[in-house]
């Protein structure tokens, strides 16, 4: 009898990518490259039966597995193992860099997704509402958002609404006074929000600087082929250049200041996806009542 699929749990795909979330990114390319054609993935917003209450995970063998360091596991024990021919000390490092990567550069994308008010509201808000039934999709969305707030002050990565500010048109009406005084306010504006982006960049740079030396002019990490530290870092990269964000701030700066880590994470994604056509069967989670009480994420 032949052995059933594994099936992983994931966030949907959006912007041309097989999921939103990084970390289930991750999960999908590194499935892609230890047990290819033996998995499918089942899209899913309500994680109620994961072990661990969050996304990914897999069910095989009437096992359940989770968070992401006990995929990693499982899927090189039923499959390839992409650190095989690492050392010992290589595979420590691995793993400390991989602990970082998905801190450092995981903020990054989330602050790109959840944190800048043109990405949210025009591209990121309204891809969740269609991932959402009704009701939830009016208060899902903004709870998810929330779910990172704290995560992201800490990083000092969260653009408060008086930050992340739009240009404020001055009122004709007003007397020359007022119009005076809101051109003041409007300049302390810009100049807070400028001061606010540069800060970001500085932040991006020094965790992108990392990555940047660590992989040189090589084609991966380790070697001649992918390891887990190479899915990692190509996940986080190719969300933060694949969507079309509207707020270009990042991507512009990953696209022109380290070209090398795009190729990098390009080479990651076509070794998990050799052709066009490698297609990872896909379903949607079905009906639960679980599903539609409000829950934090």
Not at 60 to 77: E, N
Not at 111 to 125: G, I, K
Not at 258 to 274: G, I
């Amino acid at each position: 009898m032949d052995d059933p699929l594994a099936v992983l749990h994931v966030w949907p795909g959006a912007w041309g990518l097989p999921s939103l979330d990084p970390i289930c990114l991750t999960a999908i390319l590194y499935a892609q490259l230890t047990i290819p054609g033996k998995f499918s993935l089942m899209e899913s917003t309500s994680p109620t039966a994961s072990p661990t209450g969050t996304l990914p995970y897999m069910v095989h063998d009437q096992t359940a597995v989770a968070p992401l360091s006990s995929l990693f596991k499982y899927m090189a024990g039923i499959g390839i193992n992409l650190n095989s021919s690492l050392s010992s000390a290589e595979k420590a490092q691995s793993t400390a860099w991989c602990t970082h990567a998905e801190a450092g550069l995981g903020d990054l994308v989330t602050h790109m997704l959840f944190a800048q008010d043109a990405n949210w509201r025009e591209m990121v808000y309204p891809t969740l509402i269609q991932m959402y039934r009704v009701p939830q999709r009016y208060y899902a969305p903004r709870r998810h958002r929330a779910s990172y707030k704290a995560r992201l002050e800490a990083a000092e990565l969260w653009v408060s609404p008086g930050e992340e500010v739009a240009e404020i048109q001055t009122d004709i009406s007003l007397s020359s006074f007022k119009q005076t005084k809101k051109k003041e306010e409007n300049h302390k504006a810009r100049f807070a929000r400028v001061f606010e982006r540069e800060k970001i960049l500085e932040k991006a740079r020094a965790v992108l600087d990392i990555y940047a030396r660590l992989l040189g002019q090589s084609s991966f990490f380790f070697g001649n082929k992918p390891t887990t530290l190479d899915v990692v870092v190509a996940a986080n990269i190719l969300l933060m250049v694949r969507p079309p964000f509207p707020d270009d701030l990042l991507p512009g700066l990953v696209k022109t200041s380290y070209p090398l880590l795009v190729s990098h994470a390009d080479r990651v994604h076509s070794a998990a996806f050799p052709e066009s056509h490698a297609v990872v069967p896909v379903t949607q989670e079905g009906f639960s009542l679980m599903s539609f009480i409000p829950r934090i994420f």
